[in-house]
């Protein structure tokens, strides 16, 4: 299965290569049937018997200084190997609800727990935070992720540095007062999907010394406020220590207008996921970056989310001792029953 993975991975070389140009013309249309029918959801991303469960906290409520007035609701995975003696590593999804939809195309609960068993990743809390919103506003659901009702908008698609002075300043301090998180930016890694994902992405751009590891699926890096903007700001600026997976599909929004079949390219989803690689390969990051054949969906990034965090935490610490017992068995629950 490795050598499959290795294989997906690096046939997107060439088709970096191929974007050197702006696309002058609309996309041709889409095949007739569903590419997202092709996506399904693998052993990593069910229960598997025999494997710990660990615990899904919360809701939570976190008010906001960064936009007054709102507030962000959280839940936090705390896997049943954590031992709060021990500084655990830290991984944090935006759209926290799409994250922990157990019925749902991401299932992250059951990822984490899989991976964690047999030391694919490391010991890891987790937390899934939902937009911000006004007490009156609803709460964004797997159906309805919130960019009429809530700060969403706002909060994921702009440029600056005010959602990521909710993750470091607001909610950091928080678990920290109830978690044994390591220190390190190197351990702390951050997702989403869409909107999401570009959210996550700023996070690290703006603070690389408090989060270095980005997940994308389908990053919303268009002109919905200027996102478009990060593959020439890679370029123009210093190499930041961010290590980031870029997922995306070529028939993901491709910046075809409805009414009048106008193409607008920086509004062509795939093309400015492809640009923003391009970018990051050039400027030497540690890029990886998977082009399926999906829409607007996270049915393509479900799948491989368990090879995703493979990858990001591939370099996790791990004993070599042949003589260590503990490290060659599954890591089981430090939990009495």
Same mark, same amino acid.
């Given at each position: 299965m490795l050598f499959m993975r290795t294989l997906v991975i690096s046939a997107a070389v060439p088709?970096? &290569? !191929? &974007? #050197? #140009?702006p696309a002058q013309n609309p996309p041709a249309q889409p095949p &007739?049937?569903? *590419?997202?029918?092709?996506? #399904?959801? +693998? $052993?990593?991303?069910? *229960?598997r018997d025999g494997v710990a469960k660990g615990e =899904? %906290? +919360? *809701?939570?409520?976190? $008010?906001? !200084? &960064?936009?007054p007035g709102t507030q962000h609701t959280y839940w936090v995975y705390v896997p049943a190997q954590y031992d709060p003696k021990v500084a655990a590593d830290l991984m944090i999804f935006n759209d926290g609800q799409a994250f922990k939809n157990m019925d749902g195309d991401l299932r992250a609960p059951n990822v984490l727990d899989n991976l964690i068993d047999r030391r694919e990743i490391p010991v890891m809390v987790a937390v899934f935070i939902n937009p911000g %919103? %006004? $007490?009156? #506003? *609803? /709460?964004p659901t797997p159906q309805e992720w919130g960019d009429r009702t809530t700060n969403r908008p706002t909060e994921y698609n702009t440029l600056d540095d005010k959602y990521a002075r909710v993750i470091c300043d607001e909610l950091m301090p928080a678990l920290k007062k109830d978690y044994n998180i390591s220190p390190d930016p190197e351990r702390h890694g951050i997702g989403g999907a869409s909107s999401g994902a570009i959210a996550a992405f700023t996070v690290a751009w703006e603070r690389p010394n408090e989060f270095r590891k980005v997940l994308s699926l389908i990053g919303s890096f268009v002109n919905l406020r200027g996102g478009d903007a990060y593959a020439g700001l890679v370029r123009g600026n210093p190499k930041k220590p961010i290590r980031i997976y870029l997922q995306d599909g070529r028939n993901d929004n491709r910046g075809v207008r409805a009414g009048d079949a106008t193409y607008d390219e920086r509004r062509d989803w795939f093309l400015q996921n492809v640009r923003l690689a391009q970018a990051l390969t050039e400027k030497g990051y540690d890029v990886a970056y998977q082009w399926g054949m999906g829409r607007h969906s996270q049915k393509h990034g479900g799948a491989i989310l368990p090879d995703m965090l493979r990858w990001l935490w591939r370099d996790h610490a791990v004993s070599t001792d $042949?003589?260590?017992? =503990? /490290? %060659?068995?599954?890591n089981t629950s430090i939990r009495q029953p």
């Open positions: 088709l970096l &290569a !191929s &974007a #050197q #140009q &007739a049937d569903n *590419p997202d029918s092709h996506y #399904q959801i +693998g $052993p990593d991303s069910l *229960p =899904v %906290r +919360g *809701p939570f409520t976190l $008010p906001s !200084s &960064a936009y %919103r %006004r $007490p009156d #506003q *609803p /709460e $042949p003589s260590d017992k =503990v /490290e %060659r068995s599954f």
